[in-house]
């Protein structure tokens, strides 16, 4: 009875208003701060949507699912990339939301649709450097940017920026982070990076 009635919300024509009117919300869902505004908000609660239903062990994630999921996000995404508040380095989604939505999507077994291409555009605007989306990159948990790094790395599409950026934020943690974190991020390096990161000095010097 719940995924019909999952999949009945999520092809709503009121689906945003629906995310963004939740009541009960835990001030720190999924360990990010729902102090944020407008469509934001409701980006992260179609992420923890995401994660709920695609994430649960109950559940076989089809296409048809998978789509019907991702597509607010699409649509929200789509919207972010073209407004001015994107083009000023604001953040859209945290770092622990975009791990946590990009470990279940590798976990799916599905990697179709736009989601994953929008995921790494985002990404690359959210936290190129010198911008104060990379700050708070930098402050993300070595847990979460190695299996943002992990998740990239097996998409079909060019994941070298993102990966670039990953790379240039833990790459100082490395050598104190835990062994299996370590070799879970430079896996992923070597997988999905640039000629440029496979043969930077860091990576050669560890």
């Known amino acids: 009875k ?11 024509p009121k689906l945003h208003d629906i995310l963004d009117g939740q009541l009960l919300v835990h001030p720190r869902l999924g360990g990010v701060p729902q102090d944020l505004g407008g469509d934001q908000v409701k ?4 992420v923890r949507l995401f994660v709920a239903v695609a994430g649960a062990r ?26 001015p508040e994107a083009k ?9 939301s975009f791990a946590d939505l990009l470990s279940t999507i590798s976990a799916s077994g599905v990697n179709g649709g ?8 985002l990404f690359s605007q959210q936290h190129e450097e010198s911008s104060p989306g990379y700050e708070v990159l930098a402050g993300g948990s070595m847990i979460d940017l ?7 790395s097996l998409m079909s599409h060019d994941v070298e920026e993102p990966i670039r950026l990953l790379w240039t934020t833990a790459e100082p943690q490395l050598r104190s982070a835990k062994p299996h974190l370590a070799l879970m991020m430079l896996n992923a390096v070597v997988r999905g990076g640039s000629q440029e990161v496979l043969t930077s000095p860091e990576l050669l010097g560890l």
């Not at 190695?146 to 990239?152: S, V």
Request: hydrophobic share 50%.
């Open 146 to 152: 190695c299996n943002m790094a992990h998740a990239f």
């Open 43 to 46: 980006a992260e609660r179609a």
């Open 88 to 96: 000023e380095g604001k953040v859209f989604l945290r770092p622990e």
């Open 2 to 12: 719940l995924l019909p009635a999952i999949l009945k919300m999520l092809r709503s």
């Open 114 to 121: 736009k989601l994953p291409e929008l995921l790494s555009g």
């Open 58 to 83: 109950q559940v076989k994630v089809d296409l048809e699912l998978f789509d019907a999921l991702t597509a607010p996000l699409e649509d929200l995404i789509s919207t972010w990339l073209g407004s």
